[in-house]
């Protein structure tokens, strides 16, 4: 009973968190975009068009509007420092994302939040998370069905470019959509 008394407050306390403000989801405004960047051996980031498993070069996936030239090649969405609403130059890609997902019901993505290295880890994770919730909320908007979509925050634990430059920590500042079957 105790147990309960002090969780609930916290988890209202968290949900209220990532609703809210400046930094808060702002699907009614400027929140679509989208994109998907594959990771190298060494944590970088290559060129888009990566696979998880499921979807190996040259299947329907790959063929179809998702491989080379297609609607939903890329598959990062980028973020503006210590922000989570996405960018006007993302919303269409994010529509075509959404639009996919809702016409193939069987087929499942997850969201990966990241951040630059900035901030502590704790609130880098946070950040990651508001990110992919963000994305979420548009794909859903888009006709995508919840049970289709998971999210994850890495925060700055998987950065897709070395250094810290600011291009360096533009790219760090990202949500990847990883498409499976």
Known sequence: MKTTRIVWPLFMVGLLAGCGG?????????????GRGA??????????????????????????IAGPGGALENRVIYFAFDQSDV???????????????????GTTVRLEGHADERGSREYNI???????????QVLLLQGAS????STVSYGEERPAAAGSDEESLS???????????
């Open 22 to 34: 400046p930094s808060g989801v702002a699907v009614d405004e400027d929140a679509y975009g989208a």
């Open 39 to 64: 990771d190298t051996a060494d944590g970088g980031a290559a060129a888009s068009g990566a696979y998880e498993e499921g979807f190996e070069e040259g299947s329907a996936f790959d063929e179809g």
């Open 87 to 105: 960018s006007q130059a993302s919303r269409d890609l994010l529509a075509s994302h959404g639009q996919y997902l809702a016409a193939n019901p």
């Open 126 to 136: 946070g950040l990651g998370e508001r990110r992919a919730q963000t994305v979420r």
């Open 146 to 149: 919840a049970i289709q979509m």
């Open 171 to 181: 790219l760090n500042r990202r949500v990847e959509l990883v498409y499976s079957r």
